[in-house]
């Protein structure tokens, strides 16, 4: 099994900055793709950006130039630089990472528990 621990969450103003991390822990895995989605009130769960094993990076159009994401593959840790932050960008941010059994070829997808950024105008 896979945990997921996210933490840097919290309330800021709009223009502010917040940096989240996410660091995975469990034995016997290997782990391709990690990031970050949100989900705001009411709304779907949406990606906001992910990095893979070769360091390929996928960032959602509404945060391109602001965020950035990068990953500690030693320490299976992944974090989320927010820049200018926006009300829009209130929403919960999950950390997500797909991995398999080292070996196998299955990856499942896991997630953690979610951290609360909130941006005041």
């Known amino acids: 099994q896979v945990q997921l621990v996210e933490s840097g969450g919290g309330l800021v103003q709009r223009g502010g900055s917040l940096r989240l991390s996410c660091a995975a822990s469990g034995t016997g895995f290997t782990i391709d793709r990690m990031g970050w989605f949100r989900q705001a009130p009411g709304k779907q769960r949406e990606l906001v950006a992910t990095t893979t094993r070769d360091s390929s990076i996928n960032l959602a159009d509404s945060v391109t130039g602001r965020f950035t994401i990068s990953r500690d593959h030693a320490k299976n840790t992944v974090y989320l630089e927010m820049n200018n932050l926006q009300p829009e960008d209130t929403a919960v941010y999950y950390c997500?990472?797909?991995?398999?059994?080292?070996?196998?070829?299955?990856?499942?997808?896991?997630w953690g528990q979610g951290t609360q950024v909130t941006v005041s105008s």
């Open positions: 997500n990472a797909t991995a398999a059994v080292t070996g196998g070829r299955l990856f499942y997808a896991y």
